[in-house]
């Protein structure tokens, strides 16, 4: 499956954003979808995953209570909505795709998007 990521940009802090990750491909398979960030100089973190029928979700402690992982199965997406944006937030961010449903580690994932960057002023 490929995946392509979208949705990025310059925002201030308290500011929200919705990141959009549309697959294609082999979408017919069921894909669990995940979020992860890499901020400058630092590795790559978990930030949230979602179920192929999207009945469970899980988040990091860091933006748990602020974004909210959403898929439409129908459209072949799934979205990553950002609220209260925080300058710690700042990070390029990944969605990816794995077959072994919701995992936080990112060697479980199969397949990747380019990335989309996400700058929070302060």
């Known amino acids: 499956v490929q995946l392509q990521a979208s949705g990025g940009g310059l925002v201030q802090a308290g500011d929200s954003l919705r990141l959009s990750c549309a697959a294609s491909g082999r979408t017919s398979r069921t894909y669990a979808m995940g979020w992860f960030r890499q901020a400058p100089g630092k590795e790559r973190e978990f930030v949230a995953a979602?179920?192929?029928?999207?009945?469970?979700?899980y988040y990091s402690d860091s933006v748990k209570s602020r974004f909210t992982i959403s898929r439409d199965n129908a459209k072949n997406t799934v979205y990553l909505q950002m609220n209260s944006l925080k300058p710690e937030d700042t990070a390029v961010y990944y969605c990816a795709a794995g077959s072994l449903g919701i995992r936080t580690a990112p060697e479980y994932y199969d397949s990747w998007g380019q990335g989309t960057l996400v700058t929070v002023s302060s």
């Open positions: 979602i179920s192929w029928s999207g009945g469970s979700t």
